[in-house]
């Protein structure tokens, strides 16, 4: 796929008024700075007809006088706060064409040629980038870059909803909740629960991981496979996974998938029987952190579960086993964690002092023997609608990590969902073979 760059251009927030301060600077909030530093992509096509690039771009220019932050730059205070200035001074915007029909180039699969579709995610300072790619038959690709501290799944997707709103001559409704001051520390603070070496590592520790990781499988081919799973699989599965020696107790399918994921994933790798695995979830505390912070709270407010067991266990258990510890990390991360941690990482002085860093990052090849699963399950990102109707393909970009998942709704609309899940290509014929079975055990 050969993508031509027709135009490349910064675009600003369009007011009706008078402009607002561009001098304001918003410190990140302590949910924003434990999250990933770095550049997300997402990747959205759309059938003929489609409306034209004016309409997609002035309606973003809407958008952005509403979530001014996205228009901002990163940067620091005189305080040497970490956060964002409202300086509006914008966001890219590139068109872009292909001399073939979509169809020729479907389906869209996570690979490299995915990263001609969207700008680049490297050493750029805008905080969102879009490209709109036009093949010849009136399809169009929309590929969208955001930086994650500026936002979370469920916030980027009020963004997204707003723009569609806008692009259709709408009014943005709801309006985001922009204030990231919120998560103060209590009087006197409580901390609860040890949030070192869960949202914090030693950045000694965490140099030392990664550096093993890489040096150990920078040489192995990673390939991103992309599963299908459809509503009736998924209806066996969570009753399978909800049924222990006579007894029930019903999980959710998402518990069910991703510990399902878990066991066939760990089998593929091939581990020691005796080998710790782990699982990072994320948890959103908009519905967690009493009294409950609205969903249009526009930021970070996403922690994480750990669930964690002997690979040993892990196989030769049921998968009422694996989806049972799943079910306890999660619901673990309830309003007494989320307010120990932002006790915990409003202390400077401990977080210097043991000298902490974010354990959330994307610069590791392998999360082996754990696994990272970033869900969008609940997420409206389908209702992009820039007047011509929602997309018919919605989703991530190639990312060649190891291990880490990404889980989509399926474009089907039945409740099917789609996991993109990168292994090396070694592991990747034996999960083939046992992706659908519920029949494993350890060596």
Request: with cysteine.
């Amino acid at each position: 796929m050969n993508v031509k760059i027709e135009s490349s251009k910064i675009i600003k927030p369009l007011y009706e008024g008078i402009p607002p301060s561009t001098t304001t600077h918003i410190p990140f909030n302590v949910f924003d700075n434990v999250t990933f530093d770095t550049l997300m992509a997402l990747i959205y096509a759309y059938r003929p007809p489609t409306p034209p690039t004016s309409t997609i771009e002035t309606g973003l220019r809407k958008t952005l006088s509403i979530y001014r932050e996205w228009a901002g730059r990163m940067g620091e205070d005189e305080h040497g706060n970490r956060g964002i200035f409202l300086n509006d001074e914008g966001v890219r915007f590139i068109e872009a064409s292909v001399d073939a029909s979509l169809n020729e180039v479907l389906p869209l699969k996570p690979s490299p040629s995915m990263l001609s579709l969207h700008p680049s995610l490297k050493d750029v300072v805008e905080l969102i980038q879009v490209q709109v790619t036009r093949f010849t038959c009136g399809s169009v690709v929309v590929g969208f870059t955001g930086h994650h501290m500026i936002a979370d799944g469920h916030a980027a997707s009020n963004f997204f909803v707003a723009w569609g709103q806008a692009c259709r001559g709408m009014e943005i409704a709801p309006l985001p909740m922009n204030d990231r001051a919120i998560f103060r520390p209590r009087d006197p603070p409580l901390v609860e629960y040890n949030h070192a070496g869960a949202e914090f590592v030693s950045k000694l520790v965490n140099k030392e991981l990664v550096k093993v990781n890489n040096d150990e499988n920078n040489e192995k081919n990673i390939i991103v496979h992309k599963v299908h799973f459809t509503l009736e699989f998924l209806g066996k599965l969570k009753g399978h996974a909800s049924f222990m020696n006579g007894k029930a107790k019903t999980y959710s399918t998402f518990e069910s998938l991703i510990a399902h994921l878990w066991r066939v994933i760990t089998k593929s790798r091939d581990l020691n029987a005796l080998q710790n695995t782990q699982i990072r979830i994320s948890v959103d505390g908009r519905r967690r952190i009493i009294p409950r912070v609205p969903d249009e709270f526009f930021g970070n407010i996403v922690l994480w579960a750990f669930p964690t067991s002997k690979v040993k266990d892990l196989l030769d258990e049921p998968l009422h086993y694996a989806t049972k510890i799943i079910h306890d990390a999660i619901t673990k991360v309830d309003d007494k964690y989320f307010k120990s941690f932002i006790d915990f990482a409003n202390d400077e002085k401990v977080l210097t002092r043991q000298d902490l860093i974010p354990s959330a990052n994307m610069k590791e090849d392998s999360l082996s023997p754990n696994l990272e699963v970033d869900s969008w399950l609940r997420f409206p990102f389908y209702d992009l609608d820039f007047g011509t109707g929602c997309p018919f393909v919605f989703m991530p970009s190639y990312y060649p990590i190891e291990g880490m998942m990404f889980l989509v709704p399926s474009f089907i609309g039945d409740g099917s969902i789609d996991a993109f899940i990168p292994l090396y290509e070694h592991n990747l014929t034996n999960f083939k073979k046992i992706c659908y079975s519920l029949d494993l055990k350890a060596k």
